[in-house]
Nanobody
């Protein structure tokens, strides 16, 4: 069964850190671009970070640039999102999603497609930043 499972969410105080992980089963991530999306209550789903399938290039939304770091571990078939200096506005459900042979430079094009152009989605993990 092909699936993505996120973990690592939780409650953290402003200024704190969390590390999210996305584990794949049933397929290997090395041929896929991985995108972390987030969706806050009442808001659209937004892509916050991406790592490319072959070029390894990364993308960060302006709102998280300098605070979040995406990385992949092909040996463990996982992708992580290290989130530092968290702010209350980072509160959201975070999803990982994949696109085979995807490139982060093409995200805006992928977003015009069904399911934001992604092949597989995890069920999400909740991050709450609050004092």
């Amino acid at each position: 069964q092909l699936q993505l499972v996120e973990s690592g969410g939780g409650l953290v105080q402003p200024g704190g850190s969390l590390r999210l992980s996305c584990a794949a089963s049933g397929f290997t991530l090395d041929l896929y671009a991985i995108v972390w999306f987030r969706q806050a209550p009442g808001k659209d789903r937004d892509g916050v970070s991406c790592i490319g399938s072959r070029d390894g290039n990364t993308y960060y939304a302006d709102s998280v640039k300098g605070r979040f770091t995406i990385s992949r571990d092909n040996a463990k078939n996982t992708v992580s999102l290290q989130m530092n200096s968290l702010k209350p506005e980072d509160t959201a459900v975070y999803y990982c999603a994949t696109r085979k042979n995807g490139y982060c430079s093409a995200l805006k094009y992928y977003y015009t497609m069904d399911s934001y152009g992604m092949d597989y989605w995890g069920k999400g993990t909740l991050v709450t930043v609050s004092s």
